[in-house]
C-alpha cells in the first residue's frame, strides 16, 4: 500500500478533518487513531495501518 500524506485542517473534539494531497474530500477521523499531540495543521503520512507526524 502507498503512503498518503494529510494535513490536520481542523479538530472537533474527539475527531479530526484530514485534508488529503490528492484533493480528494476531507476525511473526518477519531483523534484516538491519530498520534498523541497532534494539532491542526500537522502533517501526516498514513502507512497502513498507523498514522505519523511529519516534522
Known sequence: M???F?????IEGEYAYLCPDTGAEDLFIAM???????????????????YTILK
Not at 6 to 10: D, G, M
Not at 38 to 46: A, N
Open 32 to 50: 484516538a487513531l491519530l498520534p498523541s499531540g497532534v494539532d491542526e495543521g500537522d502533517r501526516l503520512v498514513y502507512e497502513f495501518p498507523e
Open 2 to 4: 502507498e503512503k498518503q
Open 6 to 10: 494529510y494535513t490536520v485542517a481542523r
